[in-house]
């Protein structure tokens, strides 16, 4: 806070009587002190100049509205997010540490004891501006600098190269489908192995390499204790965006005689990356197989 100054509110009514300031109230450094605490971050007060004062309440009770003319003052430049790169704003600003805003402070004030008061402001009027201080931001890039331009570029090299590893992962995941999945464990029903005159049932998918994660192989159905009875059917398969997840989809009826238990032409098996293999809904059938 710099300077302050108080005009004069009333004069005596009287004729040929002077006038001069002759009004109570609290003085510009008792709201100077309440506007330390009070104002915005970044924001100081300065120039402080009481131009009126009324007493709104009595004699007894005194209750002082005042109307202050101030200039606001930034204690550090203001800006706004104008974009990201990567998790760090990129910061545009507008205003600059030092810049002077011409304000109105309407106050309410209430003595306590001979030296203190109680000091609430009513309203605050400026021209409202964009942005916040640029303490308040972490690890902020101020717009058309330098540091912008090094940073998009390293953003741009480290998102190529994530996006390498990504694709290569993927592919890698990808070709682990490649091989001959056997059904390690007989086909399961709701949990329970599945049996007909003791008869258990196994699955198999012999899948072939893929492209982009598309493929095409052959299944099985057949006897589990007696693989070389069996039912077969070509089929395709595609292995989902992240590499976990393979749709095994029957091109044909597969179905023997001897086996208690076929499968329907376009019927859809989802094999996942560690053997576990679904088919139908609600979780009825399934299988564990092994490479």
Same mark, same amino acid.
């Given at each position: ?8 509110? @009333? ?18 450094? !008792?709201?100077? +002190? ?5 104002? %915005? ?7 402080? =100049?009481?131009?009126?004062? +009324? ?9 002082? $509205?005042? $109307?202050? &003319? ?17 998790? $760090? ?26 030296? !203190?008061? &109680? ?8 021209? @409202? ?10 690890? %902020? ?14 953003? #741009?090299?480290?998102?190529? =190269?994530?996006?390498?590893? =990504? ?6 995941? +990808? ?17 329970? *192995?599945?049996?007909?005159?003791? *008869? +258990?049932?196994?699955? @198999? ?10 493929? #095409? ?15 077969? /059917? ?18 044909? $009826? ?5 086996? %208690? ?17 679904? *088919? ?5 059938? /399934?299988?564990?197989?092994? &490479?």
């Amino acid at each position: 806070m710099r300077a302050y100054s108080i005009l004069a509110a @009333s004069c005596a009514a009287l004729a040929l009587s002077s006038c001069g300031p002759s009004f109570d109230g609290p003085q510009p450094k !008792d709201i100077d +002190q309440f506007l330390e605490m009070e104002l %915005p971050e970044g924001i100081d007060a300065q120039d402080l =100049e009481i131009q009126a004062v +009324q007493n709104v309440g009595d004699e007894i009770e005194p209750i002082y $509205r005042s $109307r202050v &003319k101030v200039n606001l003052v930034l204690e550090e430049d203001f800006a706004t997010v104008d974009d990201y790169v990567g998790e $760090r704003p990129v910061i545009k600003i507008t205003k600059k540490k030092g810049t002077e805003i011409p304000a109105i402070i309407f106050t309410r004030s209430e003595p306590l004891g001979s030296n !203190d008061w &109680k000091v609430e402001t009513e309203k605050l009027q400026f021209k @409202s501006f964009e942005g916040n201080p640029v303490s308040t931001f972490e690890n %902020p890039i101020i717009k058309g600098s330098a540091e912008e331009k090094t940073a998009i570029e390293a953003a #741009k090299k480290q998102a190529a =190269e994530e996006e390498r590893e =990504e694709k290569a992962k993927v592919s890698a995941a +990808q070709k682990a489908f490649v091989g001959n999945w056997k059904a390690s464990q007989p086909l399961m029903s709701y949990g329970s *192995v599945y049996s007909s005159n003791g *008869v +258990q049932v196994g699955i @198999s998918f012999n899948l072939g390499p893929n492209t982009d994660g598309f493929g #095409k192989g052959t299944g099985l159905v057949y006897d589990f204790n007696k693989p070389s009875v069996a039912a077969r /059917s070509d089929v395709t398969y595609t292995v989902n965006d992240d590499g976990s997840l393979a749709t095994v989809t029957f091109l044909s $009826r597969a179905q023997h005689e001897a086996v %208690p238990w076929y499968v329907s032409e376009d019927t859809n098996f989802n094999l996942t990356s560690d053997g576990n293999v679904t *088919v139908g809904g609600y979780g009825r059938w /399934s299988i564990k197989l092994s &490479k």
